[in-house]
């Protein structure tokens, strides 16, 4: 089954948080068949450094007495290794032993294919490594843009499949933490970044990118690789 941006996929999850039924979307998302999927925790077919996040969400929509929708964003895990980006609103239906949770996933948008991810982290590393040159050439009063780094930085972790921290993003940028936090809250208020652990900013919380900026960082080097390829440059 063929799936786009905006594809949904819904399964049923139990008081355990293990998986007892999906539709045929859900089984096009994760790209397992259903006997396969039916059994296994609902938290393994999020990103490895999402899981404990995964299963707090499931545990919170399982325990509240209102059985309201709750919404968040992860990355899912699909059987070829691909990573994709997902809307996931979960709600407890039914009462005792009959409850379930009543998990829709919605893809917000599909990575590109293996090569141009491999080109776009080449470019990310480029660009840092450019800014890094510079600073050193002319100071950081002069050179280098601390939230265009921090973007980055995160990016680059994102294409790695392994995440940093913030304190790890203050040490990268050259400036003391609670700078570096500031620039951080800014990124997260704008849309742009998110902490992968609830609770205040601290040194070691995992930042990572927002959907939305991954995909415009990728639109961004995907024009760059358009206007390049072929391009002549002058001696």
Avoid at 42 to 61: G, N
Avoid at 99 to 105: E, Q, T
Avoid at 155 to 173: D, F, G, M, N
């Amino acid at each position: 089954m063929p799936y786009r941006s905006g594809h949904i996929g819904h399964a049923l999850i139990n008081r355990r948080r293990d998986i007892v039924d999906i539709d045929d979307g859900y089984e096009a998302l994760v790209g397992i068949g259903r006997d396969a999927v039916i059994g296994r925790p609902a938290s393994e077919f999020a990103h490895p450094t999402e899981r404990l996040i995964a299963d707090a969400f499931l545990q919170t929509a399982w325990h509240d007495s209102g059985q309201k929708t709750h919404r968040g964003t992860l990355r899912c895990m699909q059987a070829d290794g691909g990573v994709v980006w997902i809307n996931v609103s979960v709600s407890r239906l039914g009462q005792g032993d009959a409850a379930v949770l009543v998990l829709s996933a919605r893809l917000l948008c599909r990575h590109a294919e293996t090569e141009s991810v491999h080109s776009y982290w080449r470019m990310a590393r480029m660009f840092l490594q450019a800014v890094s040159g510079s600073k050193r050439a002319f100071g950081p009063a002069l050179a280098g843009n601390p939230a265009c780094e921090i973007l980055l930085i995160a990016y680059l972790a994102e294409a790695e499949a392994s995440s940093v921290t913030a304190a790890e993003l203050a040490k990268r940028i050259s400036t003391s933490q609670a700078l570096a936090n500031r620039w951080i809250l800014a990124l997260i208020d704008a849309g742009f970044a998110e902490m992968e652990a609830p609770g205040a900013l601290g040194p070691q919380t995992p930042i990572r990118l927002s959907p939305l900026a991954l995909s415009q960082i990728e639109a961004l080097f995907s024009s760059l690789g358009s206007e390049l390829k072929g391009m002549r440059v002058p001696a």
